[in-house]
């Protein structure tokens, strides 16, 4: 097996043709190793989500290369390409992806069911005992504060012990109280679960809990950062965005 969990090589992604064709991605390089935690950060437009949507298998490159560990995602069917999503990588959305009419349980083992696989019992204890949602199982979406909705997402993306995660924006929706809570189980599923994270966010405090930065602009990697802090997350993103800012007449806010 590859040392990474997951690679780009030489991504490009455009949309649109002629003068509308716009290129979202260009020429991304980029490795994930196995066990390690990863925030992708850059101004709104940089690329960043592309890039996570592309690399999970949610959108087709234009050209380039996906790897999840040793399998190149480019040429799968739809049929595999479904197979590998649910079996080899686990989600966690800023807007919980929870269905309504299911338990928290149930929607905590729904990918297991539909790939019709039974829940390692052990590991299911762990992971509701960690996040702890051990009293809140029966209950709905709807009786679940946003925080204990994203320990439920969180939990789903756990339970079949994926490759890899990936996180969009995971703590967007969320109070700072409970974006804490949901970065130190992010940390923990690295440090204690071994497993790989790779998270998408414009909070240098999300980006504080991971183990580098990459930083995105006009869809190519610009930086990276080993050990980011809030402070030096916070610095690099200045410099960023400061051309964006002083570009005359853009009309942004």
């Known amino acids: 097996m590859t040392e990474h969990a997951a690679s780009a090589t030489d991504l490009v992604k455009t949309y649109g043709s002629g003068d509308t064709r716009v290129t979202a991605l260009d020429g991304v390089s980029i490795d994930f190793a196995r066990g390690q935690f990863t925030a992708i950060m850059g101004p709104s437009g940089s690329g960043k989500s592309t890039l ?4 999970a298998g949610l959108d087709a490159a234009t050209s380039g290369t996906v790897r999840i560990g040793d399998v190149d995602l480019t040429g ?7 197979r590998l999503r649910r079996d080899r990588i686990g989600f966690v959305f800023q807007s919980f992806n929870l269905v309504p009419t299911l338990t928290a349980l149930e929607n905590i083992t729904l990918p297991l069911d539909i790939a019709g ?18 009293d809140r199982l029966g209950h709905r979406p709807s009786e679940l504060s946003g925080g204990q909705q994203q320990r439920v ?19 967007g929706n969320l109070d ?3 974006g804490t809570e949901v970065l130190s189980i992010l940390r923990a599923a690295v440090d204690e679960f071994d497993q790989t ?8 405090r999300a980006a504080g809990y991971a183990d580098r930065a990459v930083f995105l602009a006009d869809g ?4 990276e950062m080993a050990g980011p802090t809030a402070e030096t997350v916070l610095d690099r993103m200045k410099d960023l965005e400061a051309p964006a800012a002083a570009a005359p007449g853009d009309g942004k806010a």
């Open 117 to 134: 696989r039974s829940a390692d019992q052990e590991w299911l204890d762990t992971i509701v005992d960690r996040l702890g949602l051990r």
């Open 176 to 178: 700072s109280r409970s």
């Open 52 to 55: 996570m949507h592309t690399l």
């Open 76 to 82: 799968l069917s739809d049929k595999q390409m479904t």
């Open 153 to 171: 997402a969180c939990a789903r993306a756990l339970a079949g012990r994926p490759a890899i995660i990936f996180a969009d924006e995971p703590t």
């Open 197 to 204: 994270v790779v998270i998408v966010t414009h909070d240098p």
């Open 220 to 223: 190519r990697i610009v930086d």
